[in-house]
């Protein structure tokens, strides 16, 4: 079940944290990647390449700003000519910043805006036509807890950006999923990624542990625990999903905790 042989995938943010986790779990159920990175984020891309490639997979790798239409659309055409075509896209890269309202300009408000939403728009923009020559497409966002289910003071602008995916996922569901295509919108909770750990923007290393203590599970998440989501949403066992906020967050938003 959930075989992804003879798709080609599209993931941002693919260097780490979800991204990678993905890139890994597709690779082992059979897709072709097209794997976009973001060198100033410093995070080697080679060692998911690698992964990828002894699972036997194809891939091809480029440098994207997802902020630039046209590294997304180049990305995209490259793995259409060289992998033969486009039938999922992830639209995992995204920033959080913390600033104080007073300091929220509209330069750091429209920053944020355009790497977490327009950029996993400008994805799925590229993707869909070549998913609707296939009858087959697969559009997921990376959302997250921040702005659907719960506050995250100081981060209103990537609140705002992580609801609004939400929007956005519902519209296409319904526009095109007469052309078999679905997209859903999945909100991690906390997950020991490199983002959840910077100490400057979110919460560090002490901050990710003091949540551990209040989730149900006792433990924060892994980035694997969304990969394998992302893995079923991929699959065509996942057809009639569709339109869906999934929150994964080992119930922390339920427990009424603080």
């Known amino acids: 079940m959930?075989?992804?042989?003879?798709?080609?995938?599209?993931?941002?943010?693919?260097?780490?944290?979800?991204?990678a986790a993905t890139a890994?779990?597709?690779?082992?159920?059979?897709?072709?990647?097209?794997?976009?990175?973001?060198p100033p984020d410093g995070h080697d891309i080679e060692?998911?390449?690698r992964a990828a490639e002894k699972a036997g997979r194809r891939v091809v790798v480029a440098e994207v700003d997802?902020?630039?239409?046209?590294?997304?659309?180049?990305?995209?055409?490259?793995?259409?000519?060289?992998?033969?075509?486009m039938h999922?896209?992830?639209?995992?890269?995204g920033i959080a910043r913390k600033v104080e309202l007073e300091d929220l300009d509209d330069a750091a408000w429209n920053k944020v805006v355009d790497v977490d939403l327009n950029g996993?728009?400008?994805?799925?923009?590229?993707?869909?036509?070549?998913?609707?020559?296939?009858?087959?497409?697969?559009?997921?966002?990376?959302s997250s807890v921040a702005g659907t289910v719960s506050a995250w003071p100081q981060h209103s602008h990537?609140?705002?950006?992580?609801?609004?995916?939400?929007?956005?996922?519902?519209?296409?569901?319904?526009?095109?999923?007469?052309?078999?295509?679905?997209?859903n919108a999945v909100a991690p909770g906390v997950i020991r990624t490199p983002q959840a750990l910077d100490p400057v923007n979110s919460l560090g290393p002490d901050g990710v542990d003091?949540?551990?203590?209040?989730?149900?599970?006792?433990?924060?998440g892994t980035p694997e625990d969304i990969a394998y989501v992302y893995q079923f949403l991929a699959s065509a066992e996942a057809s009639y999903v569709n339109g869906q906020l999934l929150v994964v967050d080992g119930a922390r938003s339920l427990a009424g905790l603080d």
């Open 2 to 19: 959930f075989d992804l042989t003879g798709r080609v995938a599209l993931i941002t943010g693919a260097a780490s944290g979800i991204g």
């Open 24 to 38: 890994r779990v597709y690779a082992e159920a059979g897709a072709d990647l097209a794997l976009a990175w973001y």
């Open 47 to 49: 060692p998911v390449r």
């Open 66 to 85: 997802v902020t630039k239409t046209g590294d997304v659309d180049a990305l995209v055409a490259q793995a259409v000519s060289e992998l033969g075509g």
């Open 88 to 93: 999922i896209v992830v639209a995992n890269a």
């Open 120 to 142: 996993a728009w400008r994805a799925f923009r590229a993707g869909i036509p070549h998913m609707q020559s296939a009858g087959f497409g697969r559009l997921i966002a990376t």
């Open 158 to 183: 990537y609140a705002a950006a992580k609801a609004a995916l939400v929007g956005l996922v519902k519209s296409l569901a319904v526009e095109f999923a007469a052309d078999g295509i679905t997209a």
């Open 210 to 220: 003091a949540v551990a203590a209040k989730i149900p599970a006792g433990r924060v």
